[in-house]
């Protein structure tokens, strides 16, 4: 149990474009999911946190209309990295809650690397 | 906000040995303390994690202590085999998680 799927695993664009990356909980229901990114041989620095329904919470430094997250459904969220830049190349990972009362445990997906060339 | 702090960076030991990873964390409100196995190119693996109120957990080779009063909290894990090498990271907090640096451990035969 607690699978989480990102799609896609690995993608390439060229800057300026934008990129859509889909995470989703298989067999459970996510009632939060986080955004990390991380760089090579460093740490997972927690980009946002979104709740189905409600708009996400970004941590401070993030920019929140270059990194657009949508929490549509209890299974679903999509993080879109919008005009992107080189600087953007990075490991993004997403993890899903399932929030049951005293539920804290966070399941992570297997990642997506970008490149943007 | 939380601050947690991992040691050590790296960490090499003979298959059979044990390890010891040790974090300490700074916000006394944090009560949930997870550790993850992460290996190259994957998304981290939840192995083991510990909640305030208690102070040892245990599942097979792996162990996890808590001292509250001190803030910091330790990864033990025996028997050490190579597929245990990878880069383990301890996290702290409550629905949202802080995270160490990360320790890199290598298992060498």
């Known amino acids: 149990g607690a699978v989480v799927s990102q799609h896609p695993s690995w993608v390439i664009c060229k800057s300026g474009t934008s990129v859509k990356i889909e995470c989703r909980s298989l067999?459970?229901?996510?009632?939060?999911m986080f955004w990390y990114r991380q760089f090579p041989k460093q740490s997972l620095m927690l980009m946002a946190t979104?709740?189905?329904?409600?708009?996400?919470?970004?941590e401070q430094g993030v920019e929140k209309d270059k990194f657009l997250i949508n929490h549509a459904s209890l299974t679903l969220s999509t993080l879109t990295v919008t005009s992107a830049h080189p600087e953007d190349s990075s490991f993004y990972i997403c993890?899903?809650?399932?929030?049951?009362?005293?539920?804290?445990?966070?399941?992570f997906g297997p990642g997506t690397r970008l490149t943007v060339t | 906000g939380e601050n947690v702090e991992q040691h050590p960076s790296t960490l090499s030991v003979q298959e059979g040995d044990s390890a010891v990873i040790k974090c300490t964390y700074s916000?006394?409100?944090?009560?949930?303390f997870p550790w993850y196995k992460q290996e190259l190119g994957k998304g981290p693996q939840l192995i083991i994690d510990?909640?305030?109120?208690?102070g040892e957990k245990k599942d097979q080779r792996i162990a996890v202590t808590l001292n509250k009063t001190a803030k910091h909290f330790s990864l033990h894990i025996t028997e050490t085999q190579p597929e245990d090498s990878a880069v383990y990271f301890c996290?702290?907090?409550?629905?949202?998680?802080?995270f160490g640096t990360g320790t890199r451990l290598q298992v060498t035969l």
């Open positions: 993890s899903a809650q399932a929030g049951a009362s005293g539920s804290y445990e966070q399941y």
């Open positions: 067999d459970f229901q996510a009632t939060t």
């Open positions: 979104s709740n189905e329904g409600s708009k996400a919470t970004y």
């Open positions: 916000d006394s409100a944090s009560n949930y």
């Open positions: 510990i909640r305030s109120n208690v």
């Open positions: 996290a702290g907090g409550l629905s949202k998680l802080t």
